[in-house]
């Protein structure tokens, strides 16, 4: 197994789990390097570095930002962000208040079919208000029992083309590569294998995500199979990309590969973690 885990939520988005509880639980799983990579947010990683320090866990500083791409929504993973970055802080606090917006055209949505009160119990639910998403209302639509489990929910009502899905303008590619870069963070484009692109568009996207001064791939994460990791381990080698690996765990009962559970890389992956040469004790199994 790896002891690098370089994508994971808190409550501070649409995790169940404190940072604290987050740190707790990586290093009882013996994770020992951990990305927490929050949904358009860097407020859990002062509560994790804390709480990194005491359970002998090295802690990245992380964020997964939204991000609308030719009308499809991607997910890139920022890693060693520095939390003090103008351009990164600016440009989730937009993201922020498109969120807010979007979760009260949700709730009408909801409202409409007959769930009353979702944006205030979905509100209710998520730790940060900021930071009301999908996962929030899919757990409210569970507790009132509209839906049996949370991917039901998004089956039944918050998938695209349901009616309670909300159509939303997050950040440009370009936007969200600079943000990271001029954060001297490294961009990680999250979990390709769920765009259901084929290879020509994977291959023009992870171009395209180079060319603007993206490092890596997710090359191991919970929503690939094993012919996901191939296709996307070789797409990003043709294209000069390294590799990352995650779970994207975000709750205990939810289903997600749960932290500490990923297995090592394909031998043909570059690993990010290889470029941080400096830190690279951190890393000796
Ligand atoms: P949002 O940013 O609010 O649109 O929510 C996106 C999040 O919803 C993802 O990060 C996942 O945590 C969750 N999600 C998206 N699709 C599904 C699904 N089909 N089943 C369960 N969770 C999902
Ligand atoms: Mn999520
Ligand atoms: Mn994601
Ligand atoms: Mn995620």
């Known amino acids: ?7 994971c939520h808190s409550d501070r988005s649409d995790g169940a789990l404190s940072p604290t509880a987050l740190i707790y639980r990586a290093a009882a799983r013996g994770v020992r ?9 860097l407020a859990g990683l002062d509560a994790a570095t804390d709480a990194a320090k ?15 791409w030719h009308g499809r929504t991607l997910h890139v993973v920022g890693l060693n962000v520095d939390p003090q ?6 440009g989730l606090a937009r993201l922020c208040s498109g969120r807010r917006r979007r979760a009260v055209e949700i709730g009408d949505r909801l409202d ?18 900021d930071q009301v998403g999908r996962t929030h209302f899919a757990r409210h639509l569970v507790a009132c029992g509209a839906a049996s489990d949370v991917k039901s929910a998004f089956r039944r009502y918050l998938a695209e083309g349901r009616a309670g899905y909300v159509r939303h303008q997050w950040a440009s ?3 969200a590569v600079a943000w990271i870069r001029q954060a001297r963070g490294m961009a990680v484009l999250a979990h390709p294998g769920r765009y259901g692109l084929r290879s020509p568009r994977l291959r023009s996207l992870f171009a395209e995500f180079r060319a603007l001064g993206g490092d890596a791939v997710e090359v191991l994460t919970a929503s690939h199979g094993p012919e996901q990791v191939d296709a996307v381990s070789r797409v990003a080698n043709e294209s000069g990309l390294l590799a990352s690996a995650g779970s994207d765990f975000h709750a205990p009962d939810e ?14 992956c570059q690993p990010i973690w290889r470029a941080w040469t400096d830190r690279r004790a951190a890393f000796v199994q």
């Not at 197994?1 to 994508?7: A, K, P, R």
């Not at 009160?117 to 979905?122: F, T």
């Not at 289903?255 to 043909?268: K, R, T, V």
């Open 1 to 7: 197994m790896l002891s690098i885990d370089l994508h």
């Open 33 to 41: 390097v951990l990305a927490l990579t929050d949904h358009d947010t």
């Open 54 to 68: 005491q359970h002998g866990v090295e802690l990245i500083g992380g964020v997964e930002i939204s991000v609308t």
């Open 85 to 90: 970055a103008a351009a990164l802080s600016e």
């Open 112 to 129: 409409a079919m007959g769930v009353r009160g979702a944006l205030d119990a979905a509100t209710r639910l998520a730790s940060n208000p």
């Open 173 to 175: 590619l370009p936007d």
């Open 255 to 268: 289903s997600w590969l749960d932290l500490g559970q990923l297995p090592e890389l394909p031998a043909s």
